[in-house]
């Protein structure tokens, strides 16, 4: 087995854990009517009603276990989640769109919006989070419309902002996010909390709907201004972040509700442990670097190799998201596929005996249909120099991987905890 196959396996077996099937029972159990969560107990004979709401990737997948858990006890609810033809029994199912919000999120919000409304003091619910919910559920603050709001987020995405200042931006325009969908909540709240956010800050995952924010509009007009793309935004954007710097629009609730509880599930931590536990059963040695995938995606690839000359291990696992600044609009691929991209080139350039994969584990990288792609010294003497430079300046990667057989295709995974990278020793 080469290690390109061999490196497949790993993130298999690492995307398999991260799985709702495989972790939400290892958190929540029913015995009778006592609803455990963790180390809290809720008796369900206490409540009038149970509902069950959700956004994110995950929201489905996360659905289907809490159906299997409470069955008939849950009196209604409504998920918002990527397109998917399949249906639960008790729960309503809204699909949005990601990563650009579309009519489709807004609509979803409404409808979400619509039924947390009937939620009384004297009911019990259960909201499933996971990322993905800042596109798939939006709102955004009068008088912004939806070409607005979708060009705000795509001038963020093209230009490198880190996932926490493109959600502290969208806190501050939206009518949900940052603890918003929240404020009117007086029933006890359970959120079961899928994160993808390195560091896994509750303030961030989803755009922290039913939690809170850290950010101000002044932080977060200083983020646009930074990155010089503050005067490019629609001018109701500008206007509003200004009229919020004035005090003229509230602030988004700073401390989070006592009555809504936040349970951390899983995150990308449980999956490196999956891919570590992988690893070594293939016999390999291995470690989690310490360095976590972010920031820009050429200067990871650099500490990604500095890693590996400083470490004696057979097989390096990295975890988290970087970020590209794209600069063609006509490509097709993702920050996962741009990564092994830079990676072979160095691989070619320099001789390096690896393996190398990084792929998402929501299984949709970018606007292509993979989630990565997995390389090794091996597809020097196959490929094109030339080609290879020509789709890394033009954001084309999954064309190129896609002749080269390397993809990592899983579909849409129904989970959600960021990037994984693999680096093995020799081909």
Known sequence: MDNRTVAREIFSDALEASLPKNFISKHCRLEQNLLYVQSDVYNLDSYKNVYVFGSGKAAFTMAQEIEKLLGERIHKGLIVAPKTDERLKFVQVCE?????????????????????????????????????????????????????????????????????????????????????LAQNLEADGVVLVLSDILGDDLYSIGSAPLYADKSSFAQAKETLQTKKIFHLLPLSVQNLFNQGCDGEIDETPKSPKENVKHYLLASNTLALNAAKESATKHGLSVKIAQNAMQGDVDEMIKEMLKTLQESEE?????????????????????????????????????????????????????????????????????????????????FDTHNFFKKLNALVVTGASGTNVIDIAIIIKGE
């Open 96 to 180: 949005g769109s990601h990563p650009l919000p579309s009519q489709k999120s807004f609509d979803a919000a409404c409808e979400l919006m619509e039924m947390m409304k009937e939620v009384q003091k004297e009911d019990l619910f259960i909201y499933l989070l996971s990322g993905g919910s800042s596109a798939l559920i939006e709102l955004p603050l009068e008088p912004i419309s939806l070409e607005e709001f979708q060009k705000t987020t795509e001038l963020m995405l093209h230009n490198a902002l880190e996932i926490q200042e493109i959600n502290a931006v969208r806190k501050h325009i939206s009518q949900i996010k940052g603890g918003r």
């Open 314 to 394: 057979q097989c390096i696992l990295f975890g988290g998201e970087c970020t590209v600044k794209v600069t063609s609009e006509n490509g097709q691929g993702g920050r996962n596929q741009h990564s092994v991209a830079l990676m072979l080139e160095k691989i070619c350039q320099e001789s390096l005996d690896i393996c190398f994969l990084s792929a998402g584990t929501d299984g949709i990288d970018g606007n292509s249909n993979a989630a990565g792609a997995v390389v090794s010294k091996a597809d020097c003497s196959t490929i094109k120099q030339e080609e290879l430079q020509k789709c890394i300046k033009e």
